[in-house]
C-alpha cells in the first residue's frame, strides 16, 4: 500500500508567475485536502475534493484552484503568485471523513 | 482570527517523564480534534482523535483529555522517549463530526532529553 505522495518536492517561481503541485493520495482514499504552512504556523486548510468535486474551501482567493482526477489524484494551481504564497504545501487524502494521511509536502519558494 | 491556540511554543522534558501539550480552542461548534505529530521533512502523522461526545481517549502511551467547558484540550506522553522529539499540533473539525477540514494550531515543539 503507497502512502501519499508529493510532486515535486521543491519548487522555485518569481512573482507572478503560475505554479502546479500534485498529489497521488493512498490506496483506496476518495478524499483528497490541500493545506499551506507558512513558517513557525500551522497548516491553514485550503480546500478538499471529495470524489473529484470540491467540499469546501478555507480563506484563500480564487487564485488557489484545485482539481481532482478520476484516480483521486489531485492538484493544486496557484496563480499570479505573490511572495507571501511561499510556504510548505501539504496534501493529505482520507477514505470520506475518516483520518487523514499527510505526504511529505511540496516547498514553494517565490522571489 | 486564530481558533485554534498552542500557546506554549516548546517544550522540553526529561525521558520517561511525563509530556503535557496543551491546547485552547474559541469556537464552540467545534466536534472533533486530532493531534498530529511532525518530523522535519515529513508530513504531520495522525496520533490520537477525540470526539466532543468523550473526555477523554487513550492509546497506548498517549492520552488526549478534553474540557469542553474550558475549550481546552491536552494531550499527555507517559512516559516520554526521545523518538518523541517532534512538533506537535492540535487539530479540530467544524462540523458535526470529522469533516476532514481540519483547523490546526500553531504547534508546540517537544524535546525529550534522554
Known amino acids: 500500500e503507497t502512502g501519499v505522495t508529493q510532486s515535486p518536492t521543491h519548487l522555485i517561481k518569481t512573482r507572478g508567475q503560475q505554479v502546479t503541485l500534485r498529489c497521488s493520495s493512498q490506496?483506496?482514499?476518495?478524499?483528497v485536502s490541500w493545506y499551506q504552512q507558512a513558517l513557525g504556523q500551522g497548516p491553514q486548510f485550503i480546500f478538499q475534493?471529495?470524489?473529484?468535486?470540491?467540499?469546501g474551501r478555507g480563506n484563500f482567493p480564487p487564485r488557489f484552484s484545485g482539481l481532482q482526477f478520476p484516480n483521486y489524484s489531485s492538484e493544486l494551481n496557484v496563480n499570479a503568485l505573490e511572495l507571501d504564497d511561499s510556504a510548505l504545501y501539504l496534501c493529505?487524502?482520507?477514505?470520506?471523513?475518516?483520518?487523514?494521511?499527510f505526504g511529505a509536502g511540496t516547498r514553494l519558494s517565490v522571489l | 482570527d486564530q481558533q485554534v491556540k498552542q500557546n506554549s511554543p516548546s517544550l522540553s522534558v526529561q525521558e520517561g517523564r511525563i509530556s503535557i501539550l496543551n491546547c485552547d480552542y474559541t469556537?464552540?461548534?467545534?466536534?472533533?480534534f486530532l493531534w498530529y505529530k511532525k518530523y522535519p521533512a515529513e508530513g504531520p502523522t495522525f496520533l490520537i482523535s477525540?470526539?466532543?461526545?468523550?473526555d477523554k481517549n487513550e492509546d497506548g502511551r498517549f492520552t488526549v483529555f478534553l474540557n469542553k467547558s474550558a475549550k481546552h484540550l491536552s494531550l499527555h506522553i507517559v512516559p516520554s522517549q526521545p523518538g518523541d522529539s517532534a512538533v506537535y499540533f492540535c487539530?479540530?473539525?467544524?462540523?458535526?463530526?470529522?469533516?476532514?477540514?481540519?483547523?490546526f494550531g500553531q504547534g508546540t515543539t517537544l524535546q525529550v532529553k534522554p
Open positions: 477525540i470526539s466532543s461526545i468523550k
Open positions: 493529505a487524502s482520507s477514505l470520506g471523513r475518516s483520518i487523514q494521511y
Open positions: 487539530a479540530a473539525t467544524p462540523g458535526s463530526g470529522n469533516t476532514g477540514k481540519l483547523i
Open positions: 469556537n464552540s461548534m467545534f466536534d472533533y
Open positions: 475534493y471529495y470524489r473529484e468535486e470540491e467540499n
Open positions: 490506496s483506496g482514499h476518495n478524499t
